[in-house]
């Protein structure tokens, strides 16, 4: 074909006709298929239908549950360590469960846990994290989680902490240890903001270890002692 001044005035008006058709047929979203309206259409409905189904999600969201069982023995971690008179470490599993009641499943961001006595509920004695729990949907996943209790003399100077645990934790003569619990589940859903408030109860469960006076330090031994 020759340029377009070469053309006859039919021949440049029929070129000026389809070159606006083929204009107007690319001028929805760079559509090409000959059928813009359609595209366009399409488009719009799948992007609608996308919409309603996060709605959807979002209005139909229900908070996981999350129940205490119990204390129990650690896997694969020492239960009991003193460092002299200035530091001990008690640690225990705690036993979990989290219902998921909604139909699809989440991935929990991370668990927090920090633990205090109801003897002294304003002194934080122990702690615990997990991250990337799955709770699958309409059910219930049993999670363990690690705790792990800390006794300083800086924060408890006298022991009395320390004290009552171990008092709990006799060989032959265990007692109940009376916790105070806050868990913080970080679960981000559309909003990228945590939906879950805190969690806190109070529970008394009894010791799952044994602690042998024998092998502490008489200091120590003497405080336990002076409890019972």
């Keep these: 074909m020759g340029s377009f001044d070469e053309l006859t005035p039919v021949e440049k008006g029929h070129r000026r006709k389809t070159v606006g058709i083929r204009d107007?047929?690319?001028?929805?979203?760079?559509?090409?298929?000959?059928?813009?309206?359609?595209?366009?259409?399409?488009?719009?409905?799948?992007?609608?239908?996308?919409?309603?189904a996060l709605l959807a999600v979002f209005l139909t969201?229900?908070?996981?549950?999350?129940?205490?069982?119990?204390?129990?023995?650690?896997?694969?971690?020492?239960?009991?360590?003193?460092?002299?008179l200035d530091r001990a470490t008690v640690r225990f599993d705690l036993?979990?469960?989290?219902?998921?009641?909604?139909?699809?499943?989440?991935?929990?961001?991370?668990?927090?846990?920090?633990?205090?006595?109801?003897?002294?509920?304003d002194l934080r004695v122990g702690y615990a994290n997990l991250r990337d729990v799955e709770i699958p949907a309409n059910d219930s996943a049993q999670i363990i989680v690690p705790l792990t209790l800390e006794f300083d003399r800086e924060q408890d100077p006298d022991f009395s902490s320390l004290t009552s645990v171990?008092?709990?934790?006799?060989?032959?003569?265990?007692?109940?240890?009376?916790?105070?619990?806050?868990?913080d589940i970080g679960f981000s859903f559309l909003?990228?903001?945590?939906?879950?408030?805190?969690?806190?109860?109070?529970?008394?469960?009894?010791?799952?270890?044994?602690?042998?006076?024998?092998?502490?330090?008489e200091e120590v031994t003497n405080l336990v002692n002076q409890v019972g």
């Design 95 to 121: 036993d979990t469960t989290i219902t998921n009641p909604n139909f699809y499943g989440a991935t929990l961001d991370e668990i927090n846990v920090d633990l205090y006595l109801q003897e002294e509920p």
């Design 191 to 217: 909003t990228g903001t945590d939906v879950i408030p805190d969690i806190e109860g109070n529970e008394s469960f009894e010791c799952p270890i044994d602690i042998d006076l024998s092998s502490l330090p």
């Design 24 to 52: 107007k047929k690319c001028a929805c979203f760079g559509c090409t298929c000959g059928l813009c309206c359609c595209c366009c259409i399409i488009l719009v409905l799948l992007i609608l239908a996308v919409a309603a």
């Design 61 to 84: 969201f229900r908070e996981p549950e999350f129940t205490v069982n119990g204390i129990q023995e650690p896997a694969g971690r020492t239960a009991f360590e003193m460092e002299g």
């Design 166 to 183: 171990a008092q709990s934790c006799l060989e032959n003569n265990r007692g109940d240890i009376n916790l105070r619990y806050v868990v």
